[in-house]
């Protein structure tokens, strides 16, 4: 009885130092939405914008493990329980590495994006409840260090636990995953005014079906193409080449494939490059896409033509605008 009075105390002490490193017991963060692929590097490329996002309100409890008491947004398609949401699953591996499986935390998921949408909505939360335990810990080492944990999250989402929408939304930016094995994440360079228009076609495109279909095996003269367009578009970030950026932005590996789970897709893309985008694609597994434009009319203008067109065929749409978000996850409160 003694020592478990003891072990609760220390408990306590232990919880107390961690609110005392935040300054609260709990805390509220947004993490970004992201854009992934950038059409020609799949799988290694993306980069996170300003909005949509998610938010995660985590709090300490006093008793050890964690629960999910509340998620809005989801339209019930989410679950709560611990074991099986990306969110927990991914800070429990976080709290097993560090040790700390004696904190007890509750969290609550407010969605403010679009599920099954391709703009990396299971990363979003992902990464905002990394981030909220890691701020609330007092945990300063380097937020890319997380990057293994969230990566835990996407291989439950779809199966695969790919980066190129976590490491955005993690590091912000513009992210190039090298490689994958050993984990060699760089943040690149951008034009500051480059903007990018998003439409989310309404209909429901799963990531793990869309990789389903992809061919898993190409030709030399395909892969050269799409080598040469990765290391263009990546040169076009250094040089700050909006033109090399734009015709560089080209896939013929994934989009050809892809292309048919979003509706109109070849007629969109002719109406966003009419209306003056630098480039045009899907984004991350779809059915999102995106454009990049020189400024935010132009960007506003493509999302106007685009959601027209997607009304006429009777499919309704969100659209964002924003530049590249270099933050990445930030405390809200
Ligand atoms: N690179 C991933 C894919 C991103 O295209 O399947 C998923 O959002």
Same mark, same amino acid.
């Given at each position: 009885? $003694?020592? $478990?009075?003891?072990?609760?105390?220390?408990?306590?002490?232990?919880?107390?130092?961690?609110?005392?490193?935040?300054?609260?017991? /709990?805390?509220?963060?947004?993490?970004?939405?992201?854009?992934?692929?950038?059409?020609?590097?799949?799988?290694?490329?993306?980069?996170?914008?300003?909005?949509?996002?998610?938010?995660?309100?985590?709090?300490?409890?006093?008793?050890?493990?964690?629960?999910?008491?509340?998620?809005?947004?989801?339209?019930?398609?989410?679950?709560?329980?611990?074991? =099986?949401?990306?969110?927990?699953?991914?800070?429990?591996?976080?709290?097993? @590495?560090?040790?700390?499986?004696?904190?007890?935390?509750?969290?609550?998921?407010?969605?403010?994006?679009?599920?099954?949408?391709?703009?990396? @909505?299971?990363?979003?939360?992902?990464?905002?409840?990394?981030?909220?335990? =890691?701020?609330?810990?007092?945990?300063?080492?380097?937020?890319? =260090?997380?990057?293994?944990?969230?990566?835990?999250?996407?291989?439950?989402?779809?199966?695969?636990?790919?980066?190129?929408?976590?490491?955005?939304?993690?590091?912000?930016?513009?992210?190039?995953?090298?490689?994958?094995?050993?984990?060699?994440?760089?943040?690149?360079?951008?034009?500051?005014?480059?903007?990018?228009?998003?439409?989310?076609? $309404?209909?429901?495109?799963?990531?793990?079906?869309?990789?389903?279909?992809?061919? =898993?095996?190409?030709?030399?003269?395909?892969?050269?193409?799409?080598?040469?367009?990765?290391?263009?578009?990546?040169?076009?970030?250094?040089?700050?080449?909006?033109?090399?950026?734009?015709?560089?932005?080209?896939?013929?590996?994934?989009?050809?494939?892809? /292309?048919?789970?979003?509706?109109?897709?070849?007629?969109?893309?002719?109406?966003?490059?009419?209306?003056?985008?630098?480039?045009?694609?899907? /984004?991350? /597994?779809?059915?999102?896409?995106?454009?990049?434009?020189?400024? $935010?009319?132009?960007?506003?203008?493509?999302?106007?033509?685009?959601?027209?067109?997607?009304?006429?065929?009777?499919?309704?749409?969100?659209?964002?605008? @924003?530049?590249?978000?270099?933050?990445?996850?930030?405390?809200?409160?």
């Amino acid at each position: 009885m $003694e020592q $478990e009075i003891q072990q609760g105390t220390s408990f306590i002490q232990n919880q107390t130092s961690a609110f005392r490193k935040h300054g609260s017991d /709990s805390i509220q963060v947004f993490a970004p939405a992201t854009v992934a692929n950038v059409v020609c590097g799949f799988d290694v490329l993306g980069f996170a914008v300003n909005e949509p996002g998610d938010e995660v309100i985590m709090r300490l409890t006093d008793k050890p493990g964690i629960t999910i008491s509340k998620i809005t947004g989801d339209d019930g398609r989410l679950p709560l329980h611990p074991a =099986k949401n990306t969110v927990s699953v991914s800070v429990q591996h976080y709290l097993e @590495s560090i040790g700390r499986t004696d904190i007890g935390l509750d969290i609550e998921l407010h969605k403010k994006m679009p599920i099954g949408s391709g703009l990396g @909505s299971s990363s979003a939360s992902t990464v905002a409840g990394l981030f909220a335990v =890691k701020t609330l810990l007092g945990d300063e080492t380097d937020v890319a =260090k997380l990057l293994p944990f969230a990566m835990k999250g996407e291989e439950m989402a779809c199966g695969n636990g790919h980066a190129d929408n976590v490491a955005p939304a993690l590091m912000g930016g513009f992210v190039l995953i090298r490689s994958y094995d050993p984990l060699d994440v760089i943040r690149l360079p951008h034009p500051k005014d480059l903007y990018c228009a998003v439409v989310f076609p $309404e209909v429901d495109v799963p990531t793990r079906e869309a990789r389903q279909i992809i061919r =898993k095996q190409i030709n030399m003269k395909d892969a050269v193409t799409q080598w040469g367009n990765i290391a263009g578009l990546v040169s076009g970030l250094f040089m700050q080449d909006i033109d090399l950026i734009g015709r560089s932005m080209q896939d013929v590996l994934v989009e050809p494939v892809r /292309s048919i789970l979003i509706p109109d897709f070849y007629k969109l893309r002719e109406l966003a490059m009419e209306a003056g985008a630098v480039s045009f694609g899907i /984004s991350g /597994s779809g059915p999102s896409v995106f454009a990049f434009a020189r400024n $935010e009319e132009i960007a506003r203008q493509i999302t106007q033509k685009l959601q027209q067109h997607l009304t006429g065929l009777k499919i309704g749409s969100q659209a964002y605008v @924003s530049t590249i978000n270099d933050t990445g996850p930030r405390v809200i409160g």
